[in-house]
């Protein structure tokens, strides 16, 4: 575990599941953690875990799809714990399980909203201090569904590409002004969407056992990871060791300091990030 004394960051979608657990793993590397998500008792109850463990935090309550919320936020953790150092953009959720067709117009395009405009929202509150002082990290989680197709999760799935495309503009735009990008898959982890499909009773004729049976697949092939594993990966590129590979779309499951010994082929060729395969 990394020392990452001193940093401040803030969390969204830090009160339950993977955020819960980076909060509390970066809380346990010296980071001052503020926690920011929708339901009050959860948030209050990870604040007092962090501070029983003798760790920094705060807690707020906001919906990160509205920008009034999330200014707000990001003003209440900077005037407890200081310059936020650290963004991880965490908060989502899964949206329709259907044929896009059938989906509900509303509720597809709620998820988008909630994971794209809130990483969007989130990571422009916190730039602009960033830009300001030469230096912050923006983490956003995205998912194996930005890069390869999930059927019948098409709102997922298409605000998760389009988050793995935005870190990459912004690592270009904020490059000079010393603040550093990564996207990141955490993995196939037992909590929120995957753990509510494979806890279901589902037709089985319904789309959604279809990906239930996919995640079990996935799983029993080895591809399951605990969430430690997760919240690891950004404690290492919250420290800075990855630096070299900004505006990247990284995993769980990839050897991250082999790649950061490679970058430079890496940034030459415009790796692991979304692009045109050329023929």
């Known amino acids: 575990m990394d020392d990452l004394s001193g940093q401040v960051a803030l969390i969204t979608g830090g009160s339950s599941g993977l955020g819960k657990e980076i909060s509390q793993y970066l809380a346990r590397s010296g980071v001052g953690v503020g926690i920011v998500a929708r339901t009050e008792d959860q948030v ?3 604040v007092a875990q962090v501070q029983a463990d003798g760790g920094r935090a705060v807690g707020a309550i906001a919906d990160v799809s509205r920008p009034d919320a999330v200014d707000d936020a ?3 953790v900077e005037s407890e714990l200081g310059p936020i150092d650290l963004l991880v953009n965490n908060a989502g959720t899964s949206g329709p399980v259907s044929p896009f067709w059938e989906a509900d117009p509303a509720d ?8 794209l405009r809130g990483t969007a929202l989130c990571s422009a509150a916190v730039l602009r201090g960033m830009v300001a002082r030469k230096r912050g990290r923006i983490i956003n989680v995205a998912s194996n569904a930005g890069v390869h197709r999930w059927p019948y999760l098409s709102a997922y799935a298409t605000s998760k590409a389009a988050i793995i495309k935005l870190t990459e503009n912004l690592s270009f735009e904020t490059k000079k002004h010393g603040v550093r990008l990564f996207a990141i898959d955490p ?7 995957t753990r509510a499909l494979l806890e279901q009773e589902i037709p089985p004729d319904h789309p959604a056992a279809l990906i239930a049976n996919w995640f079990r697949q996935e799983m029993e092939s080895g591809r399951e990871v605990p969430l430690a594993r997760g919240a690891g990966l950004v404690g290492f ?3 800075g060791r990855a630096d070299a590979l900004s505006g990247c779309y990284l995993t769980v499951y990839d050897d991250i300091e082999a790649l950061v010994d490679d970058a430079p082929s890496i940034r030459r060729d415009e790796l692991y990030m979304l692009r045109l395969r050329e023929r």
Do not use: P, Q
């Open 74 to 76: 990001v003003e209440l």
């Open 237 to 239: 590129l919250a420290s």
């Open 108 to 115: 597809w395009w709620s998820a988008v909203e909630v994971n």
């Open 187 to 193: 993995g196939m982890i037992r909590v929120g969407m």
């Open 44 to 46: 209050a109850e990870t």
